[in-house]
C-alpha cells in the first residue's frame, strides 16, 4: 500500500524558513516523479513544485521560484521542500504526492501538514 | 503559464442524475494531460482521471473524462451520495507550471 506521510509544518515568522518533508512507503520511491500542491484552508488547490522520475528536473510555481526548493533522499525514501524567505500567503496545508500513471499527474496523496506564516 | 478555467462553479443536483463537469484551458494541453481530482471536506484531493480520459485504479466506471487540447470534460453519471464533492482538474502538460482549476463544486439539490 502507498502511503505518504508529512511532517514539519508548523508557526513560522515572515521572513523565516521551514523544511517540510514527506515520508515514502509501499512502492519504489525512485521510480515515480513527485510534488508538492498547497491548499489555503477553505479554497482551491495551488501546484506548487515537481521532480522528475530521475530526479535531474524540477518544476516550480512562480509563486515560489527562487525561494523553495524540492529536493528527495532516496536511501531515506523521503522528499523534501526547502521553503526560505516565507511569505503570509504561503500560509497552507503542504501535500506531498506521487505520480504512477502517466507524468506528473497526482496519483497518491499524503494528509498534509500545515505551514502558519504569521508574526 | 496555462490557465484553467472550470465551469459551472457550483452544480446542484439530485442523487442519480448525471452531472457534466467542464474544464477548458488558455492553451492546447500538451499531450492532452489533464487530470481530474474530487476532494470530499476534511480529506485529501483523490485522483479520478489522467491523461484526459485514464481512469485511476479504483475508481468506479460512472466516472468518464474525455476531451483534447483546451476543451475537456468529466461526466459523472448516475450521482452517488459520496460523490458531492468538490471537483478539480489540473494540467500537467507544460513545463512552466502545471496548473489547477479553480474547482467545481457538486452539491445536493
Known amino acids: 500500500e502507498v502511503q505518504l506521510l508529512e511532517s514539519g509544518g508548523g508557526l513560522v515568522q515572515p521572513g523565516g524558513s521551514l523544511r517540510v518533508s514527506c515520508v515514502a512507503s509501499g512502492f519504489n520511491f525512485g521510480s515515480y516523479a513527485m510534488s508538492w500542491v498547497r491548499q489555503v484552508p477553505g479554497k482551491g488547490l495551488e501546484w506548487v513544485s515537481s521532480l522528475s522520475e530521475s530526479g535531474y528536473s524540477t518544476f516550480y510555481a512562480a509563486s515560489v521560484k527562487g525561494r523553495f526548493t524540492m529536493s528527495r533522499d532516496s536511501s531515506k525514501n523521503t522528499l523534501y521542500l526547502y521553503m526560505n524567505s516565507l511569505r503570509a500567503d504561503d500560509t497552507a496545508v503542504y501535500y506531498c504526492a506521487i505520480s504512477g500513471y502517466s507524468a506528473y499527474e497526482c496519483a497518491y496523496w499524503g494528509q498534509g501538514t500545515l505551514v502558519t506564516v504569521s508574526s | 503559464e496555462i490557465v484553467l478555467t472550470q465551469s459551472p462553479g457550483t452544480l446542484s443536483l439530485s442523487p442519480g442524475e448525471t452531472a457534466t463537469l467542464s474544464c477548458r484551458a488558455s492553451q492546447s494541453v500538451s499531450s492532452n494531460y489533464l487530470a481530474w481530482y474530487q476532494q470530499r471536506p476534511g480529506q485529501a484531493p483523490r485522483l479520478l482521471i489522467f491523461?484526459?480520459?485514464g481512469r485511476a485504479i479504483g475508481i468506479p466506471d460512472r466516472f468518464r473524462g474525455s476531451g483534447s487540447g483546451t476543451d475537456f470534460t468529466l461526466t459523472i453519471s448516475g450521482l452517488e451520495p459520496e460523490d458531492f464533492a468538490v471537483y478539480y482538474c489540473?494540467?500537467?502538460?507544460?513545463?512552466?507550471?502545471?496548473?489547477f482549476g479553480p474547482g467545481t463544486k457538486v452539491d445536493i439539490k
Open positions: 489540473q494540467q500537467y502538460g507544460d513545463s512552466r507550471g502545471f496548473t
Open positions: 491523461a484526459a480520459t
